[in-house]
């Protein structure tokens, strides 16, 4: 699967962002879907994940309360709605499949470009 993940932009410190994250091919329902971020100098962060059903989610402490994870099955496309944004939530976004919804960035094999996002205060 090819995943092109989109949305970010340059936003000031209180404001939201909603990425996306489209899957080309069939088989996006069948793979657990997450996200995460990477900051200058810094390593790449788990933010969250969803299972293949969207049943489930998992939030990473950082994020919890002010981002939602979610996808359309139908549309095969993954979300990431982002509320009451931070400088320190700038960072550079990535979408990934995996066959199984976990916080380890090495159980997902597919990987999408990335997006920017940047936070002035």
């Known amino acids: 699967v090819q995943l092109q993940a989109s949305g970010g932009g340059l936003v000031q410190a209180g404001d939201s962002l909603r990425l996306s994250c489209a899957a080309s091919g069939r088989t996006f329902s069948v793979y657990a879907m997450g996200w995460f971020r990477q900051a200058p100098g810094k390593e790449r962060e788990f933010l969250s994940t969803?299972?293949?059903?969207?049943?489930?989610?998992y939030y990473a402490d950082s994020v919890k309360g002010r981002f939602t994870i979610s996808r359309d099955n139908a549309k095969n496309t993954l979300y990431l709605q982002m509320n009451n944004l931070q400088p320190e939530d700038t960072a550079v976004y990535y979408c990934?499949?995996?066959?199984?919804?976990?916080?380890?960035?090495?159980?997902?094999?597919?990987w999408g470009q990335g997006t920017q996002v940047t936070v002035s205060s």
């Open positions: 969803i299972t293949s059903s969207g049943r489930s989610t």
């Open positions: 990934a499949a995996g066959r199984s919804s976990t916080s380890n960035d090495r159980q997902y094999v597919y």
